[in-house]
């Protein structure tokens, strides 16, 4: 199992080669806030697990296991940020609480949130009765 860690750069990786078709170094460390050399070293450690396949000077690939994982992983941060969403979370908290919760949850619970969401999405009158839960409890603060 990957670490915390090595899930946001494999993550990072994934979506930077699904939208541009490749993934370099300085692109890792912007998108992430780091420096080019953690990325440099975290790319090493993600090569020796086979996540991904790198060459120096050459660029590099996720593997077949990496990608497996990587569409896992965006899988789940876009399903938490759907949760949060639809829990009605203020929009300019989402990315971040999303970031500070993903790597904690177990696969399990992140199935079960699937089920939560698609019980919200199947009947727009489910959204309705819990803002109305949320228009309450905000008169009672
Ligand atoms: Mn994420």
Not at 12 to 28: H, M, N, T
Not at 31 to 60: C, I
Not at 126 to 134: P, V
């Amino acid at each position: 199992m990957p670490t915390p860690s090595m899930e946001d750069y494999i993550e990072q990786i994934y979506l930077l080669i699904e939208e541009k078709g490749y993934a370099r170094v300085s692109d890792i460390a912007e998108a992430l806030s780091v420096h080019p050399s953690s990325v440099t070293k975290m790319v090493q450690k993600l090569d020796k697990n086979e996540y991904l396949t790198y060459e120096k000077y050459r660029g590099f690939d996720l593997t077949a296991k990496g990608k497996k994982i990587g569409k896992r992983l965006v899988y789940r941060h876009d399903l938490l940020e759907q949760l949060l969403r639809t829990i009605g979370v203020i929009e300019e908290n989402i990315y971040d609480d999303v970031e500070g919760i993903e790597h904690h949850l177990s696969w399990n619970a992140i199935d079960r949130i699937g089920d939560l969401v698609q019980f919200f999405e199947e009947d727009e009158s489910r959204i309705e009765a819990l803002r109305e839960i949320q228009r309450r409890n905000e008169e009672q603060e």
